[in-house]
């Protein structure tokens, strides 16, 4: 499983001309499913996102997860009541090899009904974790709209997958 990750200071995403999911502050993570992937690689891509240091502490450094910000905003350390959690998007094309020819090849990714189940899995552990995981819709045109803080983006891919 591949995921970007990138630190957004908000994040939309629109699907058949509505709003399907929106964030003020967090995470927008794009993710792809590829044929070897199981419930363990989406459990593991989950962690990994829901525990990633990578927002500020006070000393500028990238200290804190998306948990500790959420506590932060609790504590009244932020100037703005702000939705904060993660903004999920399926995306298959991050399977695309474009190593040969000019036309990605994209053989590695799931089949639709097996990258749904453990697209809809990934998000069910986010939530399940306490936080909030807007969505997009799956296998639709989708236009994204977001505000990359730093920026700071993360490549993940799970060691299940390899």
């Not at 927002?55 to 804190?64: H, P, R, S, T």
């Not at 969505?135 to 700071?152: K, L, R, S």
Request: glycine share 8%.
């Amino acid at each position: 499983m591949k995921a970007v990750v990138q630190r957004v200071r908000n994040a939309s995403v629109k699907a058949e001309g509505s709003i399907t999911g929106s964030i003020d502050w967090g995470l927008l993570v794009y993710l792809g499913v590829s044929t070897d992937d199981n419930e363990k690689a989406a459990e593991w891509i989950a962690e990994k996102v829901i525990n990633l240091r990578i927002f500020e502490d006070a000393e500028g450094k990238m200290n804190l997860s998306i948990f500790d910000i959420i506590k932060q905003a609790g504590e009244g350390r932020l100037t703005e009541k702000k939705s904060i959690g993660v903004l999920a998007i399926s995306q298959f094309t991050l399977l695309g090899d474009a190593i040969k020819g000019r036309r990605p090849y994209f053989g590695a990714a799931a089949d639709p009904a097996k990258a749904k189940s453990l697209y809809e899995l990934f998000i069910a552990e986010v939530k399940d974790a306490g936080l909030i995981c807007e969505a997009g819709v799956f296998q639709a045109h989708m236009d994204i709209t977001y505000t990359n803080d730093g920026p700071v983006t993360i490549l993940l891919d799970s060691p299940l997958h390899k």
